[in-house]
């Protein structure tokens, strides 16, 4: 299977843990994109890649969340001191910009849940 | 401003039956996208619409891009059972932005 995989699938953490989610996208893709979602919501945009480079944050990314790609391949995000509040989906996506199109291909997703 | 509003929240329908559901906004897009969410797993796109006016079908899907460019609509014909799950509309600004979702049930 050559989607977009996601590790772990669920993680229970205890509050004020830091916690460290895995995203391997689609090999070619250029851009990688960071999701949360909670329930009866739709996603809400985190940050993106184009390549190694980070190039959007939304505000909904607080300083206890930091997201990497070093390679420009897999990248990771991480939440420090995890909240209750943290409690959601975290979905990665990936795409093959080009030109005006940019179809993003999602994983399946990190269910976190703080205790 | 750049809200997507989308509705009904949720729909109970026969198997067979035709299901219609739509997204406004107040603002301008240049891309309508419609997603479906199954539980446990991330959304998968079902279509994509470029232009104002336009419309495509998947399948028994039929997306229509508004000629306004603030809205967007999704149909599906002749529901089966497998079509259960949550719709999403999304647009593209730098990241992409959804909807609250349709959850969809059909009844067998």
């Known amino acids: 299977d050559t989607g977009v995989s996601q590790d772990p699938r669920h993680k229970i953490t205890k509050r004020g843990q830091n916690v460290t989610f895995r995203c391997d996208p689609i090999s070619e893709h250029n851009r990688l994109y960071w999701y949360r979602q909670t329930l009866g919501q739709g996603p809400e945009f985190l940050t993106y890649f184009q390549n190694e480079a980070q190039l959007e944050k939304s505000r909904l990314l607080s300083d206890r969340f930091s997201a990497e790609r070093p390679k420009g391949s897999f990248s990771t995000l991480e939440i420090q001191r995890t909240e209750q509040g943290d409690s959601a989906m975290y979905l990665c996506a990936s795409s093959l910009s080009s030109g005006n199109t940019d179809t993003q291909y999602f994983g399946p997703g990190t269910r976190l849940t703080v205790l | 401003g750049q809200q997507l509003n989308q509705s009904p929240q949720s729909m109970f329908i026969q198997e067979g039956e035709d299901v219609s559901m739509n997204c406004t906004s107040s603002?301008?897009?240049?891309?309508w996208l419609w997603y479906k969410q199954d539980p446990g797993e991330g959304p998968v796109l079902l279509i994509a619409l470029y232009k104002a006016g336009e419309l495509t079908s998947n399948g028994r899907l039929t997306a229509q891009f508004g000629i306004t460019r603030k809205d967007s609509f999704l149909n599906i014909s002749a529901s089966i059972p497998s079509d259960v799950g949550i719709y999403f509309c999304a647009v593209n600004l730098q990241e992409r932005r959804f909807g609250a979702g349709t959850r969809l049930t059909v009844k067998p």
């Open positions: 603002s301008i897009f240049n891309t």
